[in-house]
């Protein structure tokens, strides 16, 4: 059933033994007025608080669950507790499998901190805090990258030139 915020104010003022007429006094409006608010269903949310405040009754109770938020049809208040003991056993399970997949991957870490001898980067140290993209530091190596070895075949190459017979000549350096 749906908040009729009218009927609410109109009981609170009858239980408060106020006419009506001193009623829209205290909120600065009209007798008429007030019986056009008994009619609503939602109300301007500073009126609301006006009138909360001269029947000293807080009206924003009836839109708010007791956590302090704001209800709506897909208010927890509506489920059953069957339904929320099934969602917090999801939650759980949930959260044990995070739990359980951190721990392999800091295992794996330290696995692979084991293995990193003559890999051309060392592993960071793990960081308190969540880091953005961390570049992998490279060590200097002895041994000629894949790309410095294109670069002198093609060197050599470039200095053998075929003849007109297509015999193959060394140039000179």
């Known amino acids: 059933m749906a908040l009729h915020i009218g009927k609410l104010i109109r009981k609170r003022i009858e239980q ?13 409006s009209t007798p008429q007025n007030v019986y056009s608010i008994f009619k609503r269903e939602s109300i301007d ?47 759980k399970r949930e959260t044990e499998l995070f739990a359980q997949e951190n721990r392999y991957l800091k295992e794996l870490i330290r ?19 969540p880091v953005e993209k961390q570049k992998l530091p490279l060590k200097k190596s002895t041994h000629k990258t894949t790309k410095s070895a294109k670069l002198e075949t093609q060197k050599n ?11 193959s000549v060394k140039r000179k350096s």
């Open 157 to 167: 190459q470039n200095k053998t030139t075929k003849t007109a017979k297509g015999s």
């Open 111 to 129: 696995l692979l901190r084991g293995r990193t001898e003559g890999l051309p980067f060392d592993l960071p140290e793990p960081s308190p805090k």
């Open 45 to 91: 949310t500073d009126l609301l608080w006006e009138i909360s405040r001269v029947l000293n009754y807080d009206f924003f109770q009836h839109y708010t669950t007791s956590s302090g938020s704001f209800l709506n049809d897909d208010s927890m208040s509506h489920k059953n507790a069957s339904e929320l003991n099934k969602e917090l056993a999801l939650v």
């Open 16 to 28: 408060a033994g106020m006419n009506k007429s001193e009623f829209a006094r205290r909120i600065n």
